[in-house]
């Protein structure tokens, strides 16, 4: 059985956050939890919740042991942008982009 969750608009770039996501695809989720703990990346912190919430919540309904699951599918993707800006010199205004990013996971009990 699968069960999936999202998080959407993390407030970290996805270029960033995909580098933690490639880093526990494929992993059992206890493994993933200890490399996302100690991980000192930007989006590590956003991925660690999301896994931690989708492994109680398939535990809850379906009683399985955190040993028996693996992460199936974790991919990311852009979020909405805020567009911001400075003022420089001579009048001049740099546009400055605040990007955001959505993750989807899935978690798979292994046979």
Excluded: C, W
Excluded at 63 to 78: C, E, G, M, Q, Y
């Amino acid at each position: 059985m699968e069960y999936k969750g999202k998080l959407n608009n993390l407030r970290v770039s996805p270029r960033k956050v995909k580098l933690i996501a490639d880093m526990v695809k494929s992993m059992p989720v206890e493994k993933a939890l200890a490399i996302l703990e100690f991980t000192n990346k930007a989006g590590a912190r956003g991925v660690y919740k999301l896994v931690r919430s989708v492994e109680s919540n398939f535990k809850y309904l379906n009683s399985v042991k955190k040993a028996d699951l693996i992460i199936k599918h974790i991919f990311v993707t852009p979020a909405p942008v805020l567009k911001r800006g400075k003022a420089v010199s001579r009048g001049r205004f740099h546009r400055i982009l605040r990007r955001s990013s959505n993750i989807n996971i899935s978690l798979e009990q292994r046979s």
